[in-house]
């Protein structure tokens, strides 16, 4: 087994960058940015777009008043107890 920490990075699945961005979407595992979240439709002007087809599917809304990044290690936290990266390969 291996771990591997890659400490505090965050990038958006869908573009590999958006950290900066406010807002965002958690779909199950995937995290969305701000700037895709808006691009894909899942929010509109910041806030939950209602006339997405597949809102349901949408795990989390992240808070428009923190960064992309913020929010992520935040949720990171909440749900594993660190900010950090974690990948384990068996």
Known sequence: MTVIRTENFVVCDFCNEGADSYGGVLV????ICGN??????????GIPNQA????????????NDKTFQENVEEY??????????VTIIY
Request: contains cysteine; negative net charge.
């Open 52 to 63: 997405y087809e597949f809102k349901d599917e949408i795990s989390k809304y992240f808070d």
């Open 36 to 45: 895709c979240s808006e691009k894909n439709g899942f929010t509109s002007e």
């Open 76 to 85: 990171r936290l909440e749900q594993y107890g660190t900010k950090d990266a």
């Open 28 to 31: 199950g595992s995937t995290a």
